[in-house]
Each structure stands twice: as structure tokens, then as C-alpha cells.
């Protein structure tokens, strides 16, 4: 039997909807960690199947760090609604994050990185985790960093 104490919890802590928090701790038999385990790797899951849908709108993220380092990224998903929702803004943040900090080279490097607040996962599974909490496809675009004296 399911508590909706601990779906409450699992859906608190992992944004999933309830039905996917149910069903989850129903296949872990009740096991909050091992749930979220399952949702992520659903999450990831969800998210290849919407990469080959068209990205059409976004946010462009600027970042600057003490004044010495300056950050654009664009980041794009499929609608102007969840542009707008926190979660898509604070994936924006943090890839401009990463990019000031690791300064990828391109694209591709940014997305193998590892993910400077959590080296347990890279670039690309959080934002696949985005990908599979919001239900739309997102990607990074082009991004540029500036540093005070580099050339």
C-alpha cells in the first residue's frame, strides 16, 4: 500500500506528476530513493523521444560574474509557456553558470561536462531532467563567454 504522504514527498521532491510518483513507488515497493531512481530514468527516457521536436522559442540567459566574466546563452524549447516557467529559467541560469566556470569550447563539450553543483551527472542528463519534468524538447543554442584581459 502507497502512502500520500510519500507521494506527496516524492512529488515535492522530484516535480513528477502524481500518477508518475504513484507508479513509481509502486514498482519500488514504497522505496522513496529507489522511485525517484525509476522517475529519473523515465524522465531521460521522455526526453529522446522529444529531441526531434522543433525548438521555436526560448530565453537568452546573461550571466556576469564579478564584472571580469560575461555569459549569453541561448536556450530553446517549444513554447512561449514553458519559457516562462521557473524551471526553464533556472536551467538557463545554470547553463550560463557552467559556462562561465568551465568555458566549453563549443556545444558538443558543453554538453559532455560534468554539471559544476553536481559532478554525478553531465550537462546533458540535466537538461534531459528538465526535458522529461517540463514535456518539451530543449536545447542549448549559441552562447558566448567574455573574460576581462583574454583574447
Known amino acids: 500500500m502507497i502512502k500520500v504522504e510519500d507521494i506527496k514527498k516524492l512529488r515535492e521532491e522530484s516535480g513528477a506528476?502524481?500518477?508518475?510518483?504513484?507508479?513509481?513507488?509502486?514498482?519500488?515497493?514504497?522505496?522513496?530513493?529507489?522511485?525517484?531512481?525509476?522517475?529519473?530514468?523515465?524522465?531521460?527516457d521522455r526526453a529522446n523521444t522529444k529531441s526531434?521536436?522543433?525548438?521555436?522559442?526560448?530565453?537568452?540567459?546573461?550571466?556576469?560574474?564579478?564584472?571580469?566574466?560575461?555569459v549569453l546563452v541561448e536556450v530553446l524549447c517549444e513554447t512561449d509557456f514553458v519559457a516562462k516557467t521557473l524551471d526553464f529559467k533556472n536551467l538557463a541560469h545554470e547553463l550560463a553558470l557552467q559556462i562561465a566556470s568551465m568555458n566549453p569550447e563549443n556545444k558538443e563539450e558543453l554538453l559532455k561536462q560534468e554539471y559544476i553543483r553536481d559532478n554525478s551527472q553531465t550537462i546533458e542528463n540535466l537538461i534531459k531532467a528538465v526535458i522529461g519534468?517540463?514535456?518539451?524538447?530543449?536545447?542549448?543554442?549559441?552562447?558566448?563567454?567574455?573574460?576581462?584581459?583574454?583574447?
Open 52 to 70: 526531434d521536436r522543433a525548438v521555436k522559442t526560448g530565453v537568452i540567459e546573461v550571466y556576469s560574474h564579478n564584472g571580469k566574466v560575461g
Open 133 to 151: 519534468k517540463l514535456g518539451e524538447n530543449i536545447q542549448v543554442g549559441k552562447f558566448s563567454r567574455i573574460a576581462l584581459g583574454e583574447n
Open 17 to 44: 506528476g502524481i500518477a508518475d510518483c504513484k507508479e513509481a513507488l509502486s514498482e519500488s515497493k514504497g522505496d522513496i530513493k529507489k522511485a525517484k531512481e525509476i522517475l529519473k530514468k523515465k524522465g531521460l
